[in-house]
Nanobody
Framework: QVQLVESGGGLVQAGGSLRLSCAAS????????MGWFRQAPGKEREFVAA????????YYADFVKGRFTISRDNAKNTVYLQMNNLKPEDTAVYYC???????????????WGQGTQVTVSS
């Protein structure tokens, strides 16, 4: 089992920044690829970004390229999502997730956090 706890969400004005963190415990963190997903009210949960187990590869959804950065610190068992130039359409609950292999499909991720709310005002 891997337990994941997100933090860092909040209310921010459009154009602002937030950094989300996801702390992992349980099995060896460095064995897992990590991803961030988000879900807005009435919408499906969608992929945002992923990072390979050693941080050597990253992948982003088109709508966040150039604005969001995923990173990880395996010594701290933590993955981050730096979000810059936030837009009202980025408003959602953000979830981190762990997968045995690097990918962007929800079905590939075995463990999920409880989510953290990000609200961007216009």
């Amino acid at each position: 089992q891997v337990q994941l706890v997100e933090s860092g969400g909040g209310l921010v004005q459009a154009g602002g920044s937030l950094r989300l963190s996801c702390a992992a415990s349980g099995r060896t963190f460095s064995n897992y690829a990590m991803g961030w997903f988000r879900q807005a009210p009435g919408k499906e949960r969608e992929f945002v970004a992923a990072i390979s187990h050693n941080g050597g590869s990253t992948y982003y959804a088109d709508f966040v390229k150039g604005r969001f950065t995923i990173s990880r610190d395996n010594a701290k068992n933590t993955v981050y999502l730096q979000m810059n130039n936030l837009k009202p359409e980025d408003t959602a609950v953000y979830y981190c997730a762990a997968a045995p292999r690097y990918g962007k499909g929800k079905e590939e991720y075995s463990y999920w956090g409880q989510g953290t709310q990000v609200t961007v005002s216009s």
